[in-house]
């Protein structure tokens, strides 16, 4: 993708270098499909197009996965709870599309054993139909087990199709506390299921959208002939006499683009993205979603490696579960002021607290024990009195033509949305650009693996045996499963990146290296340093990250991003800024 810039090119040179994307869209400023919005439906859009061989062009004002994609409870599932919302379709197609990520990107979407405690046999069976005919919450009462039984037979029957997980299972109080002894000794049953969860949904998107670009090179001769264009930190600003104006964050420099028809992917932005264009819109009514990351080893062994998936005494269905050795605690749902960043509140924690609480009475849980926090506005429709937890899930497209460069331009606008339907969404949307253009599908991304999910091996033999052939003198096994856990199967390309040349891992963690930041430069479109700590991997997440991991990370970046010596000061002093506001993050050193 990116070329390597070298220590002694001059900074114009290194510039044009490290945002080659941007020169490739300046370069022939006009495609056939112009997606605006980086988050994982605007690049599954992208990914889907550039297969069926249209000229699509993609900008994204951020990094990619930034906004709701990257604040996800990082689930992968089919949405039992909107049962009772009525969205039967939209939970039998996430019941298809997560059996069907299972298998396309089993690198990072990974089976997820969840156990619903359970605390009465009928409660809520009154109560529920006048959710289900109002979507009002009401006065807050419990679901009980014959609710949640019927619930997960109707489950179990959308996922009777090309089902790649075990049927649901009950237990009575004295087996359910044999498995999970830390839960409420008042529980009556446990309800346990399967559905997935996404540990790496930044690098997910990043394989989407690489498939896309590859897709998009065939018979190019140059990246301006590349058929798929993709670039972060650029956006769409205005619309000018001669198409729409797109502005380079990084550097503030502005050109005008062309397209046939725009996609407007921009999740809760939606109506500010219009109103830029010059038609604005009403179509949103996101609402925020936090959570907290926490290092607590006894909460990490009460949850048995499964998530804990339950209704809170206010109604709000929340959950807590594994990560690794970190545990996710969410989440929110509160209607969200889009004029103000979408932080976890001291509020919001203290709730999540009482949950755990509700839970593992037992277990104690401070703020010391938080490593990361984090917020996102989920694009949802405009919904009026309708209770945040009971707004609709499932997504619309809205087409509205607009006057550009003197022709009229459809604009599709993405209303709504899940990570789970993604794929299926992204076909949705392609198809109704390729209607516009008549232009037929020339193939379809159903069964299509999704980058390093290709060959990934299929059993922790396998996962092993892939490491014990990786393993080398200069890559120890440690090494070279962070990176199959990283970047799936394509781990193999990064492997012989790192082999072309001198590598030296990072004394502040072993799970970076100079070398792999280099390849991040010129393979991952890397704008900023927190980019690399939030997004490219989860050291930030896990709470690893140092004054002294951001000196080292930085002092990469500087020799093939251009960055001088006051750049490099600046990055740092940025990223503890973003860590600090946005995740509740204090960046301490390695040296007591």
Partial sequence: ???????????????????????????????????????????????????????????????????????????????????????????????????????IAPHYVKPLQTTIPIFSTFSGILSAPMRFLTHKQGKAQERGAFLIKIGLTLYDAFSRDGGTVPRHEFKGRKKALAELPQLPANLKYAATYYDASVHNPERLTLDVLQDGEKAGLQGASTAADAKARATNYLAMTAVKDDGVELTDQLTGETFTFKADVIVNTTGAWVDMTNTAMGAGTSFMGGTKGSHIVLDHPELLAACKGREIFFEHTDGRIVLIYPMGDRVLVGTTDVNADMTQDAVCTDEEIDYFFDLVGHVFPNILVTREEIVYSFAGVRPLPRHDETAPGFVSRDYRIERADRTIAGAQVPVLSLVGGKWTTFRALSEHMTNDVLAILGAPRKTSTAKLPIGGGVNFPATSAGIEAWIASHTSDSVDAARAGVLLTRYGTRAEVVLNYLAEGTDTVFDSTAE??????????????????????????????????????????????AIPLGWSEAKVAEEISHAIDILDRFHGVQVQSLIA
């Fill in 512 to 557: 970076l290296s100079d070398r792999e930041v280099a390849f991040m430069v010129e393979n991952e479109q890397i704008g900023h340093l927190i980019d690399v700590m939030i997004r490219r991997t989860s050291l930030a997440f896990r709470g690893l990250v140092t004054s002294e991991l951001l000196a080292e990370t930085a002092t990469a970046l």
């Fill in 1 to 103: 993708m990116l070329g390597n810039a070298g220590k002694n090119q001059d900074s114009k040179d290194v510039q044009q270098l490290v945002r080659a994307q941007v020169e490739a869209l300046k370069a022939r400023p006009n495609a056939k499909v112009l997606i605006v919005g980086g988050g994982i439906n605007g690049v599954g859009t992208f990914r889907d197009l550039a297969l069926q061989g249209i000229d699509v062009a993609l900008v994204e004002r951020g990094d990619y996965c930034q906004g709701a994609s990257g604040a996800s409870s990082h689930m992968i599932h089919g949405g039992i709870r909107y049962l009772e919302n009525g969205e039967f379709r939209l939970v039998k197609e996430s019941v298809v599309e997560r059996n069907g990520l299972l298998k």
